[in-house]
């Protein structure tokens, strides 16, 4: 399983990954499902990937290597050169469906799973931030003012927050908090969302990261909001009235 | 869909359920889910059901068809005079595997799914509070001290709360308040949960329901709880610490 979030408020993007993949509940390892492209002042891009770990996989190597390959002949179109967030939501989505189209059979008859989803956040000079959700597909939706985030994997126990904290009006801070205490909710209730995390914060017109980082199992700030929390819900409850006579 | 949720504690047993179900998304009614029996001074006992609507109705005609038969003759085994309340489990598994048996497999050739599930919660004079789960194949498990509460339907949003609050020495008041904030987050993120809500209360050794009641949506006592959690969770997250630099 996997737990992705990314939220889109007026000064920002915020997204954050766990980094557990099982294939059963006795073959669990680490991998990393976020992944940043940074064109310094000019764009940053943050991908979160969730389902079948050889379709993302092979998502991100056609991506890498279309990129490498501009290196040589500037024409080619990648994601860090393309016109637009949507053109990179389609050279992803067109990525996915390649993949799609190669293994989705006989990874089908050999009884598992082909489905794959893909988050795109980022901006690029000269366009505003954009959030995608791409599908299995390839086709993929946006992000608006009435839904200001997506989930992908494990996303029930950690939506009430969100619900709750997030607007387009959010301040990049409290987004952050409120992505940290949804993944703490996804962790206590499911065994196969897991501990590192990786965030990143892309403010608006920034054109560059502000956050960039693995939270590790013994990470202090991450503690302190989750033991925060914890004891605000302990306390939030035992102030709420009896309704026992 | 459905939400039902049933705790068991030294001091009782507290069951809540909603009233939604449907058949599709524009294809939405009401109807009872919770059902009490009660033998005074002798035995009280909840059932709370989910999954197909003809099966659980179709358990609950053989459990009353038998109750009624009883009063002629006395040698009929039923829920409210056989010896256990692991015998009461067996009963209904019994009428469930017979509805399964009947109609499960017209009801999948229709496309349509079978399954269904019961929670029986009660305590008998001579025993102690019991709490099962019996499935659409008639077997059951009962709840233990590691796992004081079961949930049927839609169960991930309200899960959190319970995980944090419930263990054996929860008072019945608290218990109370558990389910009552666990389907407020259900009710909140799902829409095919809905209001009203029955409400039934068992103490230890009182062999009577203490609350038996259905909560309307315009219930004061449940809009305090609502509206109370919903500040304490945002009080309690303006409260945690700022992660961002």
Redesign the interface.
């Known amino acids: 399983m996997t737990y992705c979030v990314a939220v889109r408020v007026d000064q920002g993007l915020v997204m954050l990954s766990d980094t557990r993949t099982n294939a059963g509940m006795d073959n669990i390892a680490r991998f990393r499902k976020s992944f940043t492209y940074l064109v310094e002042g000019e764009r940053a891009i943050t991908l979160l990937c969730s389902g079948n770990l050889s379709i993302t996989q092979g998502v991100k190597a056609t991506l890498s290597k279309a990129i490498k390959d501009a290196k040589l002949d500037p024409d080619i179109e990648t994601i860090l050169n393309c016109s637009t967030m949507h053109r990179v939501a389609q050279i992803v989505g067109d990525a996915m469906r390649a993949m799609q189209t190669r293994y989705r059979e006989s990874i089908e008859m050999g009884g598992s799973g082909a489905s794959a989803s893909i988050m795109i956040a980022g901006q690029r000079r000269g366009g505003k931030p954009r959030l995608y959700l791409v599908y299995s597909a390839g086709n993929f939706i946006e992000a608006t003012e009435d839904t200001p985030f997506f989930q992908i994997g494990e996303h029930?126990?950690g939506?009430?927050?969100l619900?709750?904290?997030i607007t387009r009006d959010t301040t990049?801070?409290?987004a952050?908090?409120?992505v940290?205490?949804s993944m703490d909710?996804t962790l206590?209730?499911n065994l196969s969302v897991g501990m590192p995390l990786d965030l990143t914060?892309i403010p608006t017109d920034r054109f560059d990261f502000?956050?960039r980082t693995r939270i590790e199992a013994d990470n202090e700030?991450?503690a302190?909001?989750s033991q925060?929390?914890?004891a605000?819900?302990?306390?939030?409850?035992e102030?709420?009235?009896?309704?026992?006579d």
Chains 1, 2 share one sequence.
């Open positions: 029930k126990y939506k009430p927050i619900d709750r904290i990049l801070e409290d952050t908090k409120a940290l205490v909710s206590r209730s914060v502000r956050v700030e991450f302190m909001i925060g929390w914890s605000a819900l302990r306390k939030g409850f102030d709420l009235p009896n309704v026992l």
